[in-house]
Nanobody, 124 residues
Framework: VQLQASGGGLVQAGGSLRLSCTASGRTFSSYVMGWFRQAPGKERELVAGISSGGNTKYEDSVKGRFTISRVNAKNTVYLQMNSLKPEDTAVYYC???????????????????WGQGTQVTVSS
């Protein structure tokens, strides 16, 4: 599986960014997709995950500000990030899980393939 992520950048607090991640190499529609982030000195954490059927899970601090979505026909998952805060600054990774199904795992160990990471920097 190969994951190609894009869409990071520098934005002022309160601004928006949209991340995209396109997968290849496996039946995309059979798998949950996740977005993780990792800030310097911190552990990698799940920001949002989505099942093929559209069930979603969000990290508490991004609820109401971030929206994860997917287009199975394009093998692509998106992360729309609004009302960005300086504490959202991190490298963001899309992730593909080890097993098919509809459960959105929150731990990095449940994911086998990772995108290259895209930097999101929010200035105050």
């Amino acid at each position: 599986v190969q994951l190609q992520a894009s869409g990071g950048g520098l934005v002022q607090a309160g601004g928006s960014l949209r991340l995209s991640c396109t997968a290849s190499g496996r039946t995309f529609s059979s798998y949950v997709m996740g977005w993780f982030r990792q800030a310097p000195g911190k552990e990698r954490e799940l920001v949002a995950g989505i099942s093929s059927g559209g069930n979603t899970k969000y990290e508490d601090s991004v609820k109401g500000r971030f929206t994860i979505s997917r287009v199975n026909a394009k093998n692509t998952v998106y992360l729309q990030m609004n009302s960005l805060k300086p504490e959202d600054t991190a490298v963001y990774y899309c992730a593909f899980p080890r097993y098919s199904g509809s459960y959105v795992y929150t731990t990095p160990n449940a994911y086998e393939y990772w995108g290259q990471g895209t930097q999101v920097t929010v200035s105050s």
